[in-house]
């Protein structure tokens, strides 16, 4: 299914003042135990579909890739809504995870690994050129770059002035 591209340059309005940018992912240490490894990727499929199905679970977006080490990038509302999911009895992760730490872990055959970052946006510059609708362009707001959106430090000090609270009557100064 062909992607449409965007010609020109794009950014990410982000319409919040924090992103939590949550990386997962495994390896396939034996590959020739291609059967264990399924039965590990295997239950990522049927989270990501009910996340799709569960939008206040918390979940803005995300983007997969395959090899043998793979990873899912996926942005987040909160840290809480992340360990709301993970920790959820009726969501499909904790069932699976459970699996994975009774069957597979300290076997050597597979890897897990997440990292989660809370980033404030202040903190973020993104830029698209040519691109279909990808990371946190598409999973919160997909804008064109123009006047005072040019270059990076335009696009970071944008963020940092739009995070920074407006200066109270008590801040200003008269001369």
Do not use: C
């Not at 049927?46 to 997969?64: C, F, I, V, W, Y």
């Not at 043998?68 to 699976?96: K, M, N």
């Not at 404030?120 to 830029?127: D, L, Q």
């Not at 804008?143 to 944008?158: E, H, L």
């Amino acid at each position: 299914m062909a992607q449409e591209i965007f010609p020109g340059r794009f950014t990410a309005d982000i319409g919040r003042d924090t992103v939590t940018v949550f990386l997962i992912g495994m390896r396939a240490n034996r590959w020739w135990k291609l059967g264990r490894v399924a039965k590990v990727a295997s239950a990522m499929p049927t989270m990501m579909q009910h996340l799709a199905k569960n939008p206040d679970a918390g979940l803005l977006g995300s983007e997969q890739w395959f090899g043998r080490t793979t990873i899912l990038l996926s942005y987040w509302e909160s840290p809480e809504h992340l360990r709301r999911f993970a920790a959820d009895r009726d969501s499909p992760h904790l069932g699976p995870w459970r699996k994975f730490m009774k069957e597979f872990a300290g076997s050597g055959d597979v890897g897990v690994w997440h990292e989660t970052y809370q980033v404030p946006a202040s903190g973020i510059e993104v830029v698209y050129n040519g691109m279909p609708l990808f990371g946190l362009a598409k999973a919160t707001s997909h804008t064109p770059v123009g006047p005072g959106s040019n270059t990076a430090k335009q696009r970071m000090s944008a963020r940092a002035r739009s995070a920074d609270p407006a200066p109270t009557k008590s801040q200003h100064m008269s001369f």
